[in-house]
Nanobody, 130 residues
Framework: QFQLVESGGGFVQPGGSLRLSCAAS????????IGWFRQAPGKEREAVSC????????YYANSVKGRFTVSKDNTKNIVYLQMNNLKPEDTAVYYC???????????????????????WGQGTQVTVSS
């Protein structure tokens, strides 16, 4: 059974850093679309950073560009979200999500809508406050 488990969330002061991890089991993440999303109280879930299935395109939300970096460790089947210079508005529950390969798509794009993903982790809380 395919599972995603996030970790690495916590409490940090403004300007601090956290690294979130998303460990996948049950299948390799090769050719899967991968996304990091977040949801703050009373707000919709939004895409933070997303890999296209062929890893040639990476999306970052404007609010995190230059501060967040997504990466993937192929040997460990883990996806990371490095978050630097954190701000109070980054406070949210962060989720990783993956979607199986679509072999009919020759030029895959990063998937930016939550509804496009089939598998989700349980979420990890990130709180940025002084």
């Amino acid at each position: 059974q395919f599972q995603l488990v996030e970790s690495g969330g916590g409490f940090v002061q403004p300007g601090g850093s956290l690294r979130l991890s998303c460990a996948a089991s049950g299948s390799t993440l090769d050719y899967y679309s991968i996304g990091w999303f977040r949801q703050a109280p009373g707000k919709e879930r939004e895409a933070v950073s997303c890999f296209s299935a062929n890893r040639r395109n990476t999306y970052y939300a404007n609010s995190v560009k230059g501060r967040f970096t997504v990466s993937k460790d192929n040997t460990k089947n883990i996806v990371y979200l490095q978050m630097n210079n954190l701000k109070p508005e980054d406070t949210a529950v962060y989720y990783c999500a993956v979607d199986p390969p679509d072999w009919s798509e020759p030029f895959p794009r990063p998937l930016l809508r939550a509804s496009e993903y089939d598998y989700w982790g349980q979420g990890t809380q990130v709180t940025v406050s002084s």
